[in-house]
Nanobody, 121 residues
Framework: VQLQASGGGLVQPGGSLKLSCVVS????????MDWYQQAPGNKRELVAS???????NYADSVKGRFTISRDNTKNTVYLQMNSLKPEDTAVYYC?????????WGLGMDYWGKGTLVTVSS
């Protein structure tokens, strides 16, 4: 199982970016999908999460600005980021929660390598 995140880059304050993360491999099911951010010198923190049924949760710092969504047919999770601020600058990591490769096997969590978002004028 591999996760590939993309969509990061340099954007001006107030701008928008959309991150994508594709989960590939021998996948039977994926439970939750999350986005984390890690700014330089800081610990990795949860930004947004979405369950297999579409229930979402957000960190207070991004509520009203970021939207997480997923396409279960493509095993892909998205993060639409609007009204970006310099403090949103970080490496963004996606995480697939409790991924099962067979119907009867146990699930595991997997991380992507991250994509850098820089918000600067």
């Amino acid at each position: 199982v591999q996760l590939q995140a993309s969509g990061g880059g340099l954007v001006q304050p107030g701008g928008s970016l959309k991150l994508s993360c594709v989960v590939s491999g021998n996948i039977f099911s994926i439970n939750g999908m999350d986005w984390y951010q890690q700014a330089p010198g800081n610990k990795r923190e949860l930004v947004a999460s979405i369950t297999s049924g579409g229930i979402t949760n957000y960190a207070d710092s991004v509520k009203g600005r970021f939207t997480i969504s997923r396409d279960n047919t493509k095993n892909t999770v998205y993060l639409q980021m609007n009204s970006l601020k310099p403090e949103d600058t970080a490496v963004y990591y996606c995480k697939a929660v409790y991924v099962k490769t067979t119907k009867w096997g146990l699930g595991m969590d997997y991380w992507g390598k991250g994509t850098l978002v820089t918000v600067s004028s």
